[in-house]
């Protein structure tokens, strides 16, 4: 490794749909001759998230840029190594699952930084102001820890959400995570300069307190769908009411007829949802992966309106720890009053 020098890295994490991935696609395309090594990871056996970027072949997506997206999988840490030996970028970006956390990736990066081929640069965490205020108390505690831990954090969608509330979580991310730069975004549009310069505004690596313990987990489940039959007004409607009213995400592509016939994008986050018509030669066929909490998922139901069953492989579940962070709870519970109300 002598004379090389290490890669920096840059870590995206957030809640399910946040916008990473979109944060991802702008980065990618204001790359500015970078050649940017990208590891994308999504919580469903299907990676719809590689479809939203670019054509997959295998387990990489070489663009037209010079960058490279790849598969995010166990085997992280060698295959950065294997890019630093034989294609070394000028700079790894890596978007951790939506119910990942942040810090657990920060410590699998300490083996590459321990032998120079890789270092942190930044850790940016995305979240979604127009959904902060419907979260309850513990995911709102999990994404405040989290922030706290980040070197930037991203405020997007703020053009769903009104001005106050936006004003209010920028004070509630001061008092408990003082040390994160905030920047308030739209369709998670940041500048490299922003993405690059956020450690180095904080003044090195975040204060990470030692959690006494990791207890009450919350169960996160997936359930994967395809070969979805085209779907008529009456089972889109069906269906978006049941997602809108049980699941924390879903996201795909579905085949509609009726009113709008044809293939389209959909997105939902919470009871925000969007449906766009998807134009692409190279579109994947209909498709959808729902991402809630275990208990909750309506397999059954979900499959009759989708005339499908999800994928064997399924249930996958994946559990979240409760780091506890060193803000008050009696604080959190009255910001979290305020900005409910």
């Known amino acids: 490794m002598t004379g090389r020098k290490s890669v920096p890295t840059l870590t995206i994490g957030g809640f399910l749909g946040a916008g990473k991935t979109t944060l991802v696609n702008h980065l990618l395309a204001e790359a500015d001759g970078r050649r940017i090594?990208?590891?994308?990871?999504?919580?469903?056996?299907?990676?719809?998230?590689?479809?939203?970027?670019?054509?997959?072949?295998?387990?990489?997506?070489?663009?037209?840029?010079?960058?490279v997206c790849c598969s995010l999988n166990d085997d992280l840490v060698r295959s950065m190594v294997e890019f630093c030996q034989t294609d070394r970028p000028d700079l790894f970006v890596i978007e951790a699952s939506g119910v990942a956390n942040p810090k657990a990736l920060a410590t699998t990066l300490q083996a590459l930084e321990a032998a120079h081929h890789a270092h942190l640069q930044s850790r940016i965490y995305v979240l979604d102001a127009a959904l902060f205020g419907a979260l309850d108390y513990a995911d709102t505690e999990d994404l405040v820890d989290h922030a706290a831990a980040s070197d930037l954090?991203?405020?997007?969608?703020?053009?769903?959400?009104?001005?106050?509330?936006?004003?209010?979580?920028?004070?509630?991310?001061?008092?408990?995570?003082?040390?994160?730069?905030?920047?308030?975004?739209?369709?998670?549009?940041?500048?490299?300069?922003?993405?690059?310069?956020?450690?180095?505004?904080?003044?090195?690596?975040?204060?990470?307190?030692?959690?006494?313990?990791q207890a009450a987990h919350t169960q996160f489940a997936t359930l994967s769908f395809d070969h979805i039959p085209p779907l008529s007004d009456a089972r889109l409607t069906a269906l978006m009411d049941l997602l809108k009213g049980t699941c924390l995400r879903?996201?795909?592509?579905?085949?509609?007829?009726?009113?709008?016939?044809?293939?389209?994008?959909?997105?939902?986050?919470?009871?925000?949802?969007?449906l766009d018509r998807c134009?692409?030669?190279?579109?994947?066929?209909?498709?959808?992966?729902?991402?809630?909490?275990?208990?909750?998922?309506?397999?059954?139901?979900?499959?009759?309106?989708?005339?499908?069953?999800?994928?064997?492989?399924?249930?996958?579940?994946?559990?979240?720890p409760r780091a506890r962070h060193h803000i008050s709870v009696t604080h959190l519970m009255q910001e979290m009053t305020r900005l409910a109300t």
Do not use: Y
């Open 37 to 67: 090594v990208v590891f994308v990871n999504d919580f469903g056996a299907i990676n719809i998230d590689h479809a939203l970027i670019e054509t997959v072949e295998e387990d990489r997506i070489a663009l037209s840029n010079g960058c």
């Open 250 to 274: 879903a996201k795909g592509f579905l085949a509609l007829t009726g009113a709008r016939p044809g293939l389209h994008r959909l997105q939902l986050v919470g009871q925000h949802v969007t």
């Open 279 to 320: 134009h692409a030669a190279n579109a994947p066929p209909p498709c959808l992966v729902v991402i809630g909490r275990d208990a909750l998922i309506p397999n059954d139901r979900l499959s009759d309106l989708l005339q499908t069953r999800p994928r064997p492989d399924e249930r996958q579940m994946m559990p979240t």
């Open 153 to 213: 954090v991203v405020i997007n969608k703020c053009d769903l959400a009104p001005p106050h509330r936006v004003t209010e979580i920028e004070t509630l991310l001061k008092r408990s995570a003082p040390h994160a730069t905030q920047k308030v975004t739209t369709q998670a549009a940041l500048s490299w300069k922003d993405a690059l310069d956020a450690m180095l505004q904080r003044g090195g690596a975040p204060h990470l307190p030692r959690a006494a313990a």
